[in-house]
């Protein structure tokens, strides 16, 4: 047969096997992830969960649309798969399942930079909750004792102070009856400069400025980790000049930042943590970008969650007036402001203002799917055999929300609940600092932070959501940051 009869058929097969390669590319990887992946239950009935995504898998519905994603995929299941880019991460929505999960949490290890791929990596992928085994243990020995629970209580009655100042100072007409404030942007400096604090000692103007600035920095630089695609591997250094340089500058900025915090408060006593901290890098003890990383952790990436963790709980106090006035009430029946006696308020959890912090940890949790880990053993999941070391993450409304445990009146905010639950009940049925050995580092050092916070607001304002805020039911929230912090303006009415 001639060439010219062969070429157009040739040609029209591999222009349409082209055309269904990129039309149907998302089914076509999903197939080839699944059959890397294959996952089957007792049936022999392969895993459901939604459709691959061009081209990050899943990895944007989790952080920014988790609560709209939570819902959508509550059809797949009790136990389903999700991607991160071509890592498929298993998600588990009951507190049966969970507890399951973490029979063996002291032998689990975190995806490694959480299945974020390379950008993110550079950011965080050495931080302290993210790396394992003896690197873990390492840097954690390092930072436990600096924010244990006796440290916070003692640290309670600075923060106090500085809560204080900082709500009397937040609203720019101090002489104002009332002032209409945007809640994080009012807000985010607080936990911020509560943390640096706890790790700098006292700061000068300048070293604050220059802080908050490399802090703005390392959260623009989130937006690379967000778009994904050719940011999750290291030829984008060769690709992206531009992300390249931004991610150099903040490295360099940050490195020397913390080592002139370091010279310059070596002699200080009481010694502050970087200083303890940095020691071990000029010694050659601890990886520099370990440590760097996790101050950074400290510092930028929970910058949203306690943030998120603040607004929220304004947010539905301004929303609920009656546990709002219940729980001034409580502040001013002790007359705790005036007196030493606000520290241990703030510590007690027999109180309706820990009822309160319980139940906005509760309905908003930080983030709605957990950072994936994984278990060196294989593990039974609703029905599923799922291999040893596939990742895995909880649905925390599922677990905070929809699971029976809370009721009929599961979604509405009233933390009185928390007068009739025990303690140990608590455990697999809210998630608010995990579940493992790996709890969160600050959890004390958060919860002196937020309580001392609320006190000083409530003790000086009436909060209301404006008229203009009408929400149908749900609120606005961020989407320009990786926690859905809230997005609301709220009205402060100052208090006699
Ligand atoms: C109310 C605010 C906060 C919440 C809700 C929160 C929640 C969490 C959660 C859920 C984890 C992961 C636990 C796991 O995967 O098992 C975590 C880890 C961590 N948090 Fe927090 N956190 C808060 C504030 C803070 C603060 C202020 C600090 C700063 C000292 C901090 C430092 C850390 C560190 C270093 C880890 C990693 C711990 C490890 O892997 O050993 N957190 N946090
Ligand atoms: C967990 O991480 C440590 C440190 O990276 C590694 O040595 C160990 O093999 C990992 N375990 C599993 C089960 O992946
Ligand atoms: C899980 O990871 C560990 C450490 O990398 C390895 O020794 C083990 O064989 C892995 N198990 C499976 C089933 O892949």
Not at 17 to 29: C, D, G, N, T
Not at 244 to 265: D, G, V
Not at 482 to 495: Q, T
Request: net charge neutral.
């Amino acid at each position: 047969m001639a060439l010219h009869s062969i070429l157009p058929p040739a040609c029209a097969i591999i222009l349409s096997l082209a055309w269904l390669i990129v039309a149907k590319k998302e089914v076509f990887l999903m197939k080839i992830f699944q059959s890397l992946y294959s996952i089957r239950d007792n049936q022999n009935c392969e895993i459901s969960g939604p459709c691959w995504k061009w081209p990050n898998g899943h990895t944007i519905d989790k952080f920014l649309d988790g609560r709209i994603k939570s819902k959508e995929w509550r059809v797949y299941g009790p136990v389903y798969r999700i991607w991160s880019c071509n890592i498929p991460e298993i998600v588990i929505t009951t507190p049966e399942d969970v507890r399951a999960f973490h029979s063996d949490s002291d032998l689990h290890n975190k995806s490694a930079s959480s299945n974020g791929g390379w950008f993110f990596h550079q950011l965080l992928g050495d931080c302290m909750g993210l790396v394992n085994g003896i690197r873990w243990r390492r840097l954690r020995s390092e930072f436990n004792h600096a924010f244990s629970y006796r440290q916070a209580l003692q640290m309670s009655s600075s923060i106090g102070t500085y809560a204080h100042e900082y709500v009397k100072t937040m609203i720019p007409d101090m002489q104002a009856a009332e002032s209409t404030i945007h809640v994080s942007d009012a807000f985010m400096k607080f936990p911020f400069f509560c943390t640096a604090d706890a790790l700098y000692g006292p700061m000068t103007e300048d070293e604050k400025s220059k802080l908050w600035s490399i802090g703005q920095q390392s959260l623009a630089l989130m937006r690379y980790v967000l778009l994904g695609g050719i940011y999750r591997f290291k030829v984008s250094q060769v690709f992206c000049g531009r992300a390249a340089k931004e991610l150099n500058t903040f490295q360099k900025e940050w490195s020397a930042f913390n080592n002139n915090m370091y010279q310059s408060r070596r002699s200080w006593s009481p010694t502050p943590l970087i200083v303890l901290a940095w020691k071990p890098v000029t010694e050659g003890r601890l990886p520099e970008s370990e440590v760097m990383q996790t101050l950074s952790e400290m510092l930028f990436a929970n910058l949203d969650v306690s943030s998120h963790v603040i607004t929220w709980l304004v947010t539905l106090l301004a929303d609920n007036e009656d546990k709002q006035q219940k729980l001034r009430d409580e502040i001013r029946d002790k007359g705790i402001i005036n007196d030493m006696l606000l520290s241990e308020y703030c510590n007690k959890k027999n109180t309706f203002l820990s009822a309160c912090y319980l139940e906005s940890l509760r309905l908003r949790p930080f983030t709605v799917f957990t950072i994936p880990e994984s278990s060196p053993s294989e593990k039974a999941l609703g029905g599923f055999q799922i291999p040893a070391n596939t990742s895995i993450v909880v649905d925390t409304l599922e677990i905070n929300v929809n699971n029976p445990f809370w009721g009929r009146d599961s979604h509405s905010f009233n933390p009185e609940r928390f007068n009739n639950i025990k303690q140990a009940d608590l455990r697999y049925n809210l998630f608010a600092f995990g579940f493992g050995p790996r709890k969160c580092l600050g959890q004390y050092f958060a919860e002196a932070m937020v309580k001392n916070f609320v006190v000083h607001l409530l003790d000086q304002y009436e909060v209301h959501i404006p008229l203009s805020e009408s929400r149908d039911g749900e609120y606005k929230s961020h989407r320009d940051t990786w926690v859905p912090i809230s997005n609301v303006k709220l009205v402060l009415s100052k208090l006699k």
